[in-house]
């Protein structure tokens, strides 16, 4: 089953992706890893996509697809996966059928904007070790301090309010009409998020069985 997994920053899609990777041992597969692994191997559309990555430029729809279709001919995929981070536009999502890449359903995580910013700018993330918190779910034992390796527990600057503001504007203005785009076509699944992990896999996994 090949699946795309629409959903807000702070939505959870990575950890949703990872639970039904592991559940139908399909790969889960990040536009931003593929980039970087195919640069890494020099491949021709790597090739192709380092030169605009070492201007600054955003590497073009069809470069970046054309990546993609390498890494969905490869063996692990033959069964199905899962896009996270593409399509994040409805040209992208047209230059994907285009391109012969076929979407069999369309996951979208469905979390209410003020959820997504009380989750976001209460997250903190240790500076020498990664480990993460929040300050309400999860808070480490001494403010600031991480349990794990006494590093500092931080707010990242993408998790800063303005910032995570931007970033769910942006997301309603690019990313958000391609749920009507893929609703015409019966492919879309609406996924109410929940305050717990397990419960919003298990809502996300009866969605992709249904």
Do not use: W
């Not at 070790?129 to 999860?138: I, R, T």
């Not at 808070?139 to 006494?150: A, F, H, L, S, V």
């Not at 309010?161 to 504007?169: A, H, Q």
């Not at 609703?183 to 969605?207: F, M, N, P, Y």
Request: overall charge negative; hydrophobic content about 35%; proline content about 4%.
């Amino acid at each position: 089953m090949n699946l795309i997994l629409l959903g807000a920053p702070g939505a959870g899609k990575g950890t949703q992706a990872e639970v039904i990777s592991d559940k139908l041992g399909i790969p889960q597969i990040s536009t931003g890893n593929i980039l970087r692994e195919a640069v890494k191997n020099g491949t021709d559309m790597g090739v192709k996509a380092k030169g605009f990555m070492e201007s600054g430029a955003l590497v073009p729809d069809e470069v970046v697809i054309g990546i993609l279709k390498d890494r969905i001919a490869e063996d692990d995929c033959k069964n199905g996966f899962i896009l996270d981070g593409f399509p994040r536009t409805v040209p992208q999502a047209e230059a994907l059928e285009t391109m012969g890449v076929n979407i069999d359903k369309v996951i979208s995580l469905e979390v209410a904007d003020e959820t997504i910013q009380g989750r976001l700018s209460g997250r903190r993330v240790c500076e020498k070790c990664g480990a993460s918190y929040h300050v309400e779910f999860n808070p480490p034992k001494t403010e600031g301090i991480c349990d794990k390796c006494g590093g500092n527990a931080v707010q990242r600057k993408d998790d800063a309010p303005e910032t995570v503001i931007e970033r769910l504007r942006t997301y309603h203005e690019q990313t958000a009409p391609l749920a009507d785009f893929y609703d015409k076509k019966g492919k879309l699944v609406k996924v109410q998020g929940q305050d717990e992990v397990k419960a919003t896999s298990e809502l996300v996994l009866k969605a992709v069985n249904a």
